[in-house]
């Protein structure tokens, strides 16, 4: 079974430009959970989608949006990008999303705002 | 003041050593997670817990819901557990991480 899989895993933009990151789940998982990591911040949780539709939601500006399509796979948007937007963001693919799920992470995406 | 709080930050053993690491956490949880990160950034889940204990292989994790405390154990520790841990809880809404704890195991 193919695991996680996000891309691009490396990218740099400039201030002021937008980004989409791109995550397949697991064949068969129907969840994606979107993380920001950081070194001040350390990890943060940006949003959950299940079945296309949007779960839960961190506490992030709005320039950060997201969207999942009916194969399960997700999109995560940063518009009007700014230097603390670098980070490495991680998604993670579960069955269901429930709480007590184990979630499989994907190598994540390693983004540089100059 | 963190609502999820590991400690140590960080933690340097001799191979074979018995390893604890701690997290306690303030909010309410659906459930804890452990996870271990290696440097280039890829995280593993290594244990789901809600109650009580879970073993697999050398890594032992426990959780007491009225304390609001998980430990995590590596029993015989080997340099290949070098990584960052990191303590995760989950509620119905959002999922809150601690700061994580750099492990380094020497030969």
């Known amino acids: 079974k193919a695991g996680v899989t996000q891309t691009p895993r490396y990218l740099i933009k400039t201030r002021g430009q937008q980004v989409t990151l791109s995550c397949s789940p697991i064949?068969?998982?129907?969840?994606v959970s979107w993380y920001q990591q950081t070194p001040g911040q350390g990890l943060q949780f940006l949003f959950e989608y299940f079945s296309e539709t949007q779960r839960n939601k961190g506490n992030f500006p709005g320039r950060f949006s997201g969207r999942q399509f009916s194969n399960s796979r997700s999109e995560m948007n940063v518009s009007t990008l700014e230097l603390g937007d670098s980070a490495l963001y991680l998604c993670?693919?579960?069955?269901?999303?429930?709480?007590?799920?184990?979630?499989?992470f994907g190598p994540g995406t390693r983004l540089l705002v100059l | 003041k963190n609502e999820v709080e590991q400690s140590p930050q960080n933690l340097t053993a001799q191979e074979g050593e018995f390893i604890t690491i701690n997290c306690s956490y303030s909010v309410g949880i659906s459930a804890l997670h452990w996870l271990q990160q290696h440097p280039g950034g890829g995280i593993v889940s290594l244990f789901m817990l809600s109650s009580g204990k879970k073993k697999h292989g050398r890594l032992i994790a426990t959780i007491n819901i009225q304390e609001k405390h998980s430990s995590l154990h590596i029993t015989a520790s080997h340099p290949r557990d070098s990584a960052v841990y990191i303590c995760?809880?989950?509620?119905?809404?959002?999922?809150?991480f601690g700061a994580g704890t750099r492990l380094t195991v020497k030969p």
């Open positions: 064949s068969g998982h129907r969840s």
């Open positions: 995760a809880v989950r509620n119905n809404n959002d999922m809150r």
């Open positions: 993670a693919s579960l069955l269901a999303g429930g709480p007590g799920e184990t979630q499989y």
